[in-house]
């Protein structure tokens, strides 16, 4: 029966969590390869998860700035649109003024 892990040292895939490999007693001594440190690759794989997390909030940030720029520009168009519906009014009132004060004067 092969076990899969113990109490003191349960099996996992996570390589900094392993136990350390044992040295191999049926080799001689200075013919394996030296051991490896992993540091780079352990600090690596951190600040890719570390990146890995922010990308969700800097997504979510790129998206607020396009709806607040899009609803500014949406402002500006309505107000733009009450602007010229002002300014048309104001005409039509020049308009009326005029006519009313020629009226005025031919009788």
């Known amino acids: 029966m092969k076990r899969i892990g113990t109490i003191d040292r349960p099996h996992t895939h996570d390589p900094r969590n392993q136990a350390p490999m044992s040295v191999p007693t049926n080799?001689?001594?200075?013919?394996?390869?030296?051991?490896?440190?992993?540091?780079?690759?352990?600090?690596?794989r951190q600040n890719r998860t570390r990146e890995m997390q922010l990308i969700p909030e800097a997504l979510a940030r790129a998206h607020m700035h396009d709806r607040l720029r899009e609803a500014?520009?949406?402002?500006?168009?309505?107000?733009?649109?009450?602007?010229r519906r002002m300014q048309r009014r104001a005409e039509r009132a020049s308009m009326r003024a005029r006519r009313a004060l020629a009226m005025a004067v031919m009788h």
Do not use: C, K
């Not at 394996?32 to 600090?43: F, L, R, S």
């Not at 500014?72 to 602007?83: H, I, S, W, Y």
């Open 72 to 83: 500014d520009t949406q402002r500006q168009a309505v107000r733009l649109v009450t602007a």
């Open 27 to 44: 080799e001689p001594v200075g013919s394996a390869t030296p051991n490896v440190t992993i540091i780079g690759a352990n600090d690596s």
